[in-house]
């Protein structure tokens, strides 16, 4: 039986801004080479035929052409330019899948995501459509009211990660609608067109690197 193509599309669009750098933080280095370089690596170590479709805003695209050659990164990949928000540069990166396919949306950022839970993924979303990679809240929960604030249970909450996995038509489908300001990810946007969405156990080490605490906890894990 010929198996379906798989798809990572790596949306890496974020900028220095909450690292308090100029240099956009999917280009920072750990352990030598940049964030972006390891996610890459990690869907690769998943499946060698694995396409890969990395999305980078317009400006950033020849930077990152200039990384490669200097770290000699050879993954083969394509480059797609981003939209002016991850709504539309997942969009961007949808019109690179071709035909029946299982697609994984993931953040370039998040360079620790392991190849089992990668695997997951895709198996859950090959059977029931989609597949979103989520862990438990380890902190207490308090939800904002009008009067303060209250308790709420916590095993009743999944925080959200990715890689986000979806069989091509569901996930093409859903992004043509017209974007909403609750599509905080690809699991909202699906979510939006009646499908059920399913979750797979995530891990703590699946961090996404966003401020400067993070990236000493990344030396460490990258160590």
């Known amino acids: 039986m010929a198996t379906v193509p798989e798809y990572a599309i790596i ?15 999917q280009f920072i280095e750990v352990a030598g080479k940049p ?11 998943y499946n060698p035929e694995v ?14 052409r200039d990384l490669c050659r200097k ?3 050879k993954l ?16 961007n990166g949808l019109d690179a899948v071709q035909g029946e396919a299982l697609v994984a949306v993931h953040d370039g950022v998040r360079p620790f995501i392991d190849v089992a839970t990668i695997r997951a993924a895709f198996e859950a979303a090959s059977v029931h459509g989609n597949a979103v990679v989520a862990v438990s809240p380890k902190d207490s929960i308090r939800e904002l ?8 249970p916590r095993d009743r909450y999944k925080l959200v ?4 996995c979806f069989k091509a038509n569901i996930l093409k489908r859903a992004y043509e609608q017209p974007e909403e300001e609750y599509f905080t990810d690809d699991a909202s946007v699906v979510e939006q067109t009646g499908e059920k969405i399913v979750l797979v156990e995530g891990s703590y080490r699946n961090i996404k690197i966003t401020t400067p605490e993070d990236l000493i906890l990344a030396e460490a894990f990258a160590r």
Do not use: C, N
Not at 11 to 25: F, I, N, T
């Open 11 to 25: 949306v890496a669009g974020g900028s220095g801004s909450r690292m308090q750098q100029e240099l956009p933080k």
């Open 35 to 45: 964030i972006l370089m390891h996610t890459i690596e990690r869907f690769y170590a």
């Open 51 to 64: 396409r890969l479709i990395v999305v980078l805003p317009q400006q950033q695209l020849s930077v990152w």
């Open 71 to 73: 770290h000699d990164f």
């Open 76 to 91: 083969f990949h394509m480059t797609v330019p981003g939209g002016s928000t991850r709504f539309g540069s997942v969009k």
């Open 145 to 152: 009211t009008p009067e303060g604030s209250q308790a709420v």
């Open 161 to 164: 990660q990715t890689p986000q």
